[in-house]
């Protein structure tokens, strides 16, 4: 139909339906601009707030950057129009981590996530590498998927955490050390764990310490670790050779040089002939006294941290107090062996001087006493020929007494040194002592029990099992109120060993160690003190109401000779 052909009606309703839409159209544009608007203003409080913000804010389409805020350019070293359309995440990502950021780009643009949450290591525009973490959604923006997302720097904290780490794995090691080195070793075995401890702590090529000689101001390598042989003796030879030239200095600018500075002054030479490139060098000593140095040193350039020169002063410290430790051991020992030698001497010197004694008094005294009382018996037989009875029961009176000296001598040179001891052997000594003990002691039964035959016991181990069995009895007889005494002597265990138990009161064994001046503490001190020093063992098991039993044994049957 023309146009013409309308009518007039048709023409009013078309310009109807054409006024309809266009208030339609300009009811529906307003609609879109307050919708911009909105979104415009949402987009300005969006900037407001990520433009603050304390993280890395993004927003990538078409593989750029759409949007940054100020903390995201700043993690990455860029300026926000450096990276806003120009960059893409491809450059702030490294070559290793790239694919899986781009990986998980496209899973969300596809659509195959909505978000994730995973760390790489990004890239500075300086080209340093830093820790980050992403959380990262899908989006519409202008109409086509694009995604968004936070970033944080995770660097600092890790290196805490690296650090704090290491930091825990120092001091375990360094504990380590320290209970390794509690442990029985020798000074060169516990030196020899600190500088294979400083090697490991500071990641070094080689380490070693080096400790002046307590009697010269020479240095020595005790122990080293990543050093061979040749390269120990050079470092040896280059300490003697600046020890040599400062002991040889002469005039008033030349005083003998100090341990310090016979450190100072060899390092740099000497570790120059092992070929260390790098080196960190810590004095050992103890207060103001230098005792050597510990160094740890590398092949190639490096530098060391301080907290590397803190943990080497750490195990300089530990080397000085091992090294006085063991010197201050050594000394103890010593003076305990020269304490021990002149008590063997001492009990040497007494035991000859009793058995001295002993024979002046069988061969000297009591020769005497004897030789008189038979001139006296020989007088009493004369007189009672021709002389009455009682003229010379006075003189019978007297004969009594010279009997009675007579065996107080015998005695007292027997409980000095027995010279059945020496006539006859232990085994029979003992029988001896046993009997003469039953015989003072009537209340006491002894019960003997010698396991061994007298070829088994040599001339030094016979008077220092006499001397213990002597003293036990003897406590026995004045403390014990027993009534049955057991004496044992025996192989055992291809050693020797001597026992005696009673069946008395017993005593608290604290308590009598702990009384000075006490008549059985000074005993037993007496019968531990023989053990020890001839290279046996003493024991005392006992309680009150239970009894008590000595023992001593010798290992392998060898009793250590009394000094002569």
């Given amino acids: 139909m023309r ?32 919708v911009a608007e909105a979104l415009r203003q949402s987009e300005i409080q969006f900037r407001k707030i990520t433009e603050k913000s304390i993280v890395g804010v993004y927003l990538i389409q078409d593989g750029v950057f ?45 659509g195959e996530m909505d978000s994730i949450n995973y760390q790489f290591k990004g890239m500075k525009k300086n080209g340093d590498e830093i820790h980050i973490e992403v959380y990262g959604s899908r989006m519409d923006y202008h109409g086509r998927p694009a995604v968004i997302g936070t970033i944080l720097d995770m660097t600092q904290r890790i290196r805490a955490e690296r650090d704090l780490e290491r930091q825990l794995n120092r001091f375990q090691a360094l504990h380590h050390l320290a209970v390794a080195m509690t442990a029985e070793h020798t000074l060169d075995e516990n030196l020899g764990l600190l500088v294979e401890k400083s090697r490991e702590l500071l990641a070094a090529d080689s380490s070693f310490i080096a400790l002046c000689g307590v009697k010269t101001q020479t240095m020595r390598v005790r122990a080293s670790v990543g050093l061979r042989a040749d390269e120990v003796e050079r470092l040896n030879a280059e300490f003697a050779l600046v020890s040599r030239n400062a002991q040889h200095s002469t005039g008033p600018e030349c005083a003998p040089m100090r341990r310090s500075s ?63 430790r063991k010197q201050a051991e050594e000394a103890l020992a010593q003076s305990e062996e020269q304490l021990r030698s002149l008590s063997r001497q001492l009990l040497r010197a ?89 015989k003072t002691h009537l209340h006491i039964g002894v019960e003997r029990h010698l396991e061994l035959e007298e ?83 003493f024991s005392v098991r006992t309680q009150p109401g239970m009894g008590t039993v000595i023992t001593a044994s010798w290992p392998n049957g060898r009793i250590r000779a009394i000094d002569r």
């Fill in 350 to 438: 007494q035991e000859d001087e009793r058995k001295r004694v002993a024979r002046e008094l069988h061969d000297g005294i009591g020769q005497s006493v004897t030789a008189i009382k038979f001139e006296v018996e020989n007088v009493i037989r004369k007189m009672s020929v021709n002389v009455p009875s009682e003229h010379f029961e006075p003189m019978q009176s007297l004969l009594a007494v010279i009997r009675n000296v007579v065996e107080e001598v015998g005695q007292i040179a027997m409980d000095l040194r027995p010279s059945i001891l020496d006539d006859l052997g232990v085994l029979s000594t003992i029988a001896w002592l046993c009997r003469e003990f039953g």
């Fill in 262 to 324: 016979i450190s100072s002054a060899s390092c740099a030479d000497a570790l120059c002939l092992t070929g260390m490139a790098s080196w960190i060098s810590v004095p050992v000593k103890i207060r103001e006294t230098e005792l050597g140095m510990l160094c740890s040193g590398n092949r190639e350039k490096r530098s060391f941290s301080d907290s590397e020169r803190d943990i080497l002063f750490l195990l300089a410290n530990m080397a000085a107090m091992e090294t006085t």
């Fill in 455 to 537: 070829t088994e016991v040599s001339d030094d181990q016979k008077i220092v099992v006499f001397r213990i069995l002597q003293e036990a009895l003897n406590n026995v007889a004045k403390h014990s109120s027993a009534d049955q005494v057991q004496v044992l002597l025996r192989k055992r265990n291809g050693g020797i060993e001597l026992r005696v138990r009673d069946n008395g009161v017993g005593f608290d064994l604290e308590t009598v160690n702990s009384a000075a001046g006490n008549r059985r503490g000074l005993g037993l001190a007496s019968m531990k003190e023989r053990s020890q020093l001839s290279g046996g063992s």
């Fill in 3 to 34: 146009d013409d052909d309308k009518t007039k009606q048709q023409l009013i309703d078309e310009l109807v339906q054409m006024r309809r839409k266009v208030a339609d159209s300009q009811a529906a544009e307003f609609k879109l601009q307050r």
């Fill in 66 to 110: 759409q949007y940054v805020n100020p903390k995201m350019a700043e993690i990455f070293g860029f300026t926000v129009d450096e990276l806003v359309a120009h960059r893409g995440p491809e450059n702030v990502v490294t070559d290793d981590d790239w694919p899986t950021v781009r990986d998980n780009l496209e899973r969300r643009i596809a």
